[in-house]
């Protein structure tokens, strides 16, 4: 018998993943355990093993293709077995889509994937969780719940949750009835601006889909137009003409959770500057100690002590804001779990130290560096990048003074670093050069109250210009 391989569900609140590349292809044989294709979820990349011996077939998604968990995107047939029809996806099939349809598109017909299944079933399977609401409203819409991936806490579906699977089932309903033309959504676009014809243009892509380059070449003469709009396009124009790319994997995956953080989470900010003297002389001192624990004492590693210090002082603000249904959900951490954002190839990460409130200078440095150095290779497990309780985003390498950062959900709060300057300084009687740091706190008001955010802040302060308390 088959057995089917399926998109694996690395961490608890992972929805979809994208398929980087296949590394076994379709009619060849494979061992169990062995790895077969990479997928990049929200946070890192992953390898995806075999998960029996056997010929792997019916391969129904591509590179660059993004699949929600557990859906099946290949088979492996065992030895002797009738292998099963190969269906490949192109690679960007799916999702261009989802693309047309969001651009109002109308007309693109596309291959469309198939739609959620819909049934008239009103109650979910036991191993299903769901909320009362939610469940009431998927019996009213005939939304197969077994077909539902949960967004609330520890998985449970809510009504979000239904009304999005609902609307892609008649979204995807209403492309499956375009015409046949095969065409990318930037194709389109291009061909309306220089009145082009796609019916006499010839595809290049997977299944003789029409490109942008395929319009393109239309446009010098080498597709059929008419005669009256061949003369009203110039080379000029269409090497100028910007062609969109939709966002995808790890990119697609920030945009949609810092914008659902901006819009559903009132940011409050606190702004303060940081007198460096006491920090710089202690670096200066305890360095060498400290890289011979296998890290450096970097001001990243000084602000990170500080901030799980006066998170142990102030709780409030490490904590996780969660939606259920109509209901706020506030979860207080008892210990300091900090995500140092990164940046790499494709977008940011987060790597998260556990336990950091209970962690030495040495630790720490080493910990910080051994993650960020793994960050930028990708080579990051699922549990090293979840789970965090507060972040802190630092641009002091940069020429960047002062900047905001957006809360990364469920958290409440992230501070923002800027670069560490030089600055005169009063001291009552002359001018003195002083180094200063400043760092603005974001909070989600919904949570924490101003007066709690400015305390953890005034705390924070305090212990950089002081740290001799943070060796206590």
Do not use: C
């Amino acid at each position: 018998m088959a057995t089917p391989v399926i998109m694996p569900k690395f961490g608890m609140a992972q929805e979809e993943g994208t398929i980087i590349r296949w590394l076994k292809q379709a009619g060849e044989w494979v061992e169990k355990g062995e790895t077969i294709l990479e997928v990049q979820t929200d946070k890192i990349d992953m390898e995806v093993e075999a998960p029996a011996s056997g010929v792997l077939t019916d391969v129904r998604y591509g590179a660059d293709a993004t699949v929600p968990v557990t859906t099946v995107i290949a088979m492996i047939a065992a030895s002797g077995e009738a292998s099963a029809p190969v269906a490949a996806l192109p690679s960007r099939e799916q999702q261009d889509v989802i693309d047309a349809a969001a651009s109002g598109e109308a007309s693109a017909s596309v291959a469309a994937p198939a739609a959620p299944a819909v049934n008239t079933s009103p109650i979910a399977p036991a191993e299903v969780r769901i909320s009362p609401v939610a469940q009431r409203m998927a019996a009213a819409v005939g939304v197969d719940l077994t077909q539902v991936v949960g967004s609330g806490p520890s998985g449970r579906i809510t009504k979000s949750d239904v009304a999005n699977a609902l609307a892609e089932a008649k979204e995807v309903e209403f492309l499956q009835e375009t015409q046949p033309l095969r065409a990318t959504p930037a194709a389109r676009r291009l061909a309306r601006e220089h009145n082009i014809d796609l019916a006499l243009i010839s595809g290049s892509g997977p299944q003789g889909r029409i490109q942008a380059v395929d319009v393109e070449q239309g446009t010098r003469g080498e597709g059929q137009r008419t005669a009256s709009a061949m003369t009203e396009v110039q080379p000029a124009v269409q090497e100028t003409t910007p062609t969109g790319e939709p966002l995808r994997g790890r990119r697609r995956t920030i945009a949609s959770r810092l914008s659902q953080s901006w819009r559903n989470a009132p940011h409050i900010f606190f702004t303060t500057s940081i007198d460096l003297t006491r920090v710089d002389a202690l670096t200066a001192d305890l360095a060498g100690e400290v890289e011979a624990g296998g890290g450096r004492l970097t001001l990243t590693v000084w602000i990170a002590r500080a901030v799980a210090t006066a998170l142990q002082r102030h709780p409030r603000l490490n904590a996780w804001l969660q939606v259920d249904d109509d209901q706020l959900l506030y979860t207080q951490h008892s210990d300091v779990h900090l995500g140092i954002a990164v940046a790499v190839n494709d977008g940011l990460l987060a790597p998260v130290v556990q336990h950091a409130g209970g962690l030495g200078l040495t630790a720490l440095a080493a910990r910080i560096s051994d993650l960020s150095t793994r960050a930028r290779a990708g080579e990051l497990t699922p549990d090293e990048v979840r789970g965090g309780t507060f972040t802190i985003s630092n641009l002091g390498m940069y020429p960047v003074d002062h900047f905001t950062a957006i809360i990364n959900p469920p958290e409440v709060a992230i501070l923002a670093v800027g670069r560490a300057q030089t600055q005169p300084v009063w001291n009552g009687v002359a001018f003195e050069p002083k180094r200063r740091l400043q760092v603005t706190l974001s909070a989600d008001h919904r949570a924490v109250d101003g007066a709690t955010a400015a305390a953890f802040l005034a705390e924070f302060k305090r212990l950089l210009e002081e740290p001799a308390r943070l060796l206590l």
